[in-house]
C-alpha cells in the first residue's frame, strides 16, 4: 500500500484511509496489507509509523529520484512541486509490491492519499 500525507494527518487518518480503500475497492481477490511505502523524508513521521503499527506492516521509505521513475496513471503536479516526483502514493505502491501493477488507484481523504498494488512473486 503507497501512502502520501500531510503532516497535518494523524495516524487515526492514515489507518481509515487505507480501510476504506480496501473496502471499496472492486478487486477480485482479498487485498492484504503487507507494507505501507511512502517518501523515504517521511517515513519515520509518527503519524505513519503509527499507522504501520496499527495495521502491523512495516514502513517502507522510497527516496525521490526512485519514486518519480516509476510511470503512474494519475501524477500531481501538485505533488511534483512540493516533493519532486510526480506520484508518492501510487507509485510507493507499485515500488512496495515489487513492481506489481496497480489494483486500486489513488484515494484520498483527511489529508491522506493510499493506493494499492498486486505483489510480484
Do not use: Q, W, Y
Request: aromatic content about 2%.
Amino acid at each position: 500500500m503507497g501512502v502520501g500525507f500531510r503532516t497535518s494527518a494523524s495516524s487515526a487518518d492514515i489507518v481509515s484511509a487505507v480501510r476504506a480503500a480496501l473496502e471499496s475497492a472492486s478487486v477480485e481477490a482479498p487485498v492484504t496489507v503487507i507494507c505501507l511505502g511512502t517518501l523515504d523524508r517521511k517515513a519515520n513521521e509518527p503519524a505513519v509509523v503509527g499507522a504501520a503499527a496499527a495495521l502491523g506492516v512495516p514502513v517502507l521509505g522510497f527516496d525521490t529520484e526512485t519514486l518519480a521513475a516509476v510511470v503512474v496513471p494519475h501524477p500531481s503536479d501538485v505533488v511534483h512541486a512540493h516533493t519532486g516526483s510526480p506520484s508518492i502514493a501510487e507509485a510507493a505502491a507499485v515500488l512496495s509490491a515489487g513492481g506489481g501493477p496497480l489494483i486500486i488507484p489513488k484515494r484520498s481523504a483527511n489529508g491522506v492519499v493510499v493506493a494499492a498494488a498486486r505483489k510480484v512473486s
